[in-house]
């Protein structure tokens, strides 16, 4: 087949590799632009920078929208979401039978620090959502 006219057919912005010389690794000095540069170099300085700020703001971007789309945050939400998670509570604990039930210590109760307990990410789940069996079929009449 042609190569001129299988790039021809092709969708615009596609690249067709017809012969083997195509898809044969070019050498350095084939693939630069001009005398002795190659295409393969690294880039300036400046390239690199103009690069990672486009990026950035791609990123940004991307991000925005996405919170955008999610409704926004709230970072009062967050802050009393973090509040109460480092809430602490002081209590008092007295056995029913003081008397008897004294400690080793001599001290007849004791003050119990209370805190929420921390939540495991990778925990799985407690309970499993399974699947009921079908319903029996009519019966043949």
Same mark, same amino acid.
């Given at each position: 087949?042609?190569?001129? $006219?299988?790039a #021809?057919? #092709?969708? *615009? +912005?596609? =690249?067709?590799? $017809?012969?083997? #010389?195509d !898809?044969?690794?070019?050498?350095?000095?084939?693939?630069? +632009?001009? @005398?002795?540069e190659?295409? !393969? =170099?690294?880039?300036? +300085? /400046?390239?690199?920078? #103009?690069? !990672?700020?486009?990026?950035?703001?791609?990123? /940004?971007?991307?991000?925005? $929208?996405?919170? @955008?789309?999610?409704?926004?945050?709230?970072?009062?939400?967050?802050? =009393?979401?973090? %509040? /109460?998670?480092?809430?602490? %509570?002081?209590v008092?604990?007295? *056995?029913?039978?003081a008397?008897?039930g004294r400690?080793?210590?001599? &001290?007849?109760?004791?003050?119990?620090?209370?805190?929420? @307990? &921390?939540?495991? *990410?990778? %925990?799985?789940?407690?309970?499993s959502?399974k699947?009921?069996?079908? =319903? *029996?079929?009519?019966?043949? @009449?």
């Open positions: 087949a042609d190569p001129a $006219a299988l #021809a057919a #092709a969708l *615009p +912005g596609r =690249a067709v590799h $017809a012969t083997y #010389a !898809l044969v690794e070019k050498p350095r000095e084939v693939v630069g +632009g001009g @005398a002795g190659s295409a !393969l =170099a690294i880039p300036a +300085g /400046e390239d690199v920078d #103009a690069g !990672l700020a486009k990026t950035r703001a791609a990123v /940004e971007a991307r991000a925005a $929208a996405q919170v @955008a789309a999610a409704g926004g945050v709230n970072p009062r939400a967050i802050r =009393a979401a973090a %509040e /109460e998670n480092r809430r602490v %509570e002081f008092r604990y007295v *056995p029913g039978d008397g008897a400690h080793n210590s001599g &001290a007849g109760g004791r003050i119990v620090k209370v805190v929420n @307990a &921390a939540v495991d *990410p990778m %925990e799985p789940p407690r309970f959502q699947k009921a069996p079908p =319903a *029996p079929p009519s019966p043949p @009449a």
